[in-house]
């Protein structure tokens, strides 16, 4: 059946994400399995392909595939064990969409080493418990998110407050990361450049890529502005900020949310 629906299964993940089409592709298909994740920071190297798992599952007819033990335990975030194939999908599924895991995403965010000198502030919190259902490489996400939190520590003399803010807006999912009372000290024109070289918002740009729209906002020399680096939408690259209440150096995160009748 896995075999008879995979092209189509496939095609319809690589046209959402290619990122996801990979990861998924690794967990289903690949004899030799290792993906990324973000609740281990280690690649896993176990999947539906895996001829450990298919010898299993033949040699034992009677049983669920679920009840398949690993031969290697994995302990996630929380220190919760991974031993057997039903936790491996369960953490997997996490891998691959939000639905409910933000907050728990934005949490290993604010503990780990790159945020430590920062006060980080998540505004509406209740809205990141809430349940979404965004698809995206959600290790890519959190990589991006920590780049941006290194990229603040060249200008930690300027400030050490970052807010977090998220907001829906019809199906798109919006989170803004904001070094606050933080200003480029150059013209709009430079991080243009910065973009195409080798500086942390190159970086950040690869992070991003078929992970989500990304842009960032702030007062430059030459007056305030949005640019839009990675966009899905036919936004122009360079433009006024929709708000006038520009508090600091702002990236913007944008996600958009699948429902059964796209």
Not at 131 to 151: A, L, M, Q, R
Not at 199 to 211: C, D, E, Y
């Amino acid at each position: 059946m896995l075999d008879k629906n995979w092209p189509d299964f496939n095609q319809e993940f690589y046209s959402i994400n290619d990122r996801i089409g990979a990861k998924i592709y690794n967990f289903i298909k690949n004899e030799n399995p290792s993906w990324s994740s973000y609740q281990t920071e280690k690649n896993i190297e176990m999947g539906w392909g895996d001829p450990r798992f298919i010898e299993w599952i033949e040699n034992n007819p009677r049983k669920k595939p679920d009840e398949f033990r690993l031969p290697d335990q994995i302990r996630d975030a929380n220190a919760k064990t991974i031993s057997n194939f039903k936790d491996l999908r369960a953490l997997f599924n996490k891998e691959i969409r939000f639905k409910g895991e933000l907050y728990n995403i934005i949490k290993l965010i604010k503990k780990s080493k790159e945020a430590i000198d920062f006060n980080i502030e998540v505004k509406n919190e209740d809205d990141f418990r809430k349940s979404y259902e965004i698809y995206t490489d959600v290790d890519w996400f959190k990589n991006g998110v920590t780049e941006i939190i290194k990229y603040f520590h060249e200008f930690s003399e300027k400030s050490k407050k970052i807010e977090i803010e998220l907001k829906k807006i019809d199906k798109r999912l919006i989170i803004e990361i904001t070094h606050v009372d933080s200003y480029p000290d150059s013209d709009s024109i430079s991080s243009i450049f910065d973009e195409f070289g080798v500086g942390h918002l190159s970086r950040i740009k690869t992070k991003f890529r078929s992970v989500c729209d990304w842009a960032i906002e702030s007062k430059f020399k030459d007056g305030a502005y949005r640019l839009n680096y990675l966009r899905s939408d036919d936004r122009k690259f360079k433009e006024k900020p929709e708000s006038d209440n520009i508090n600091g150096f702002k990236h913007i995160l944008t996600f958009y949310e699948i429902t059964k009748n796209d």
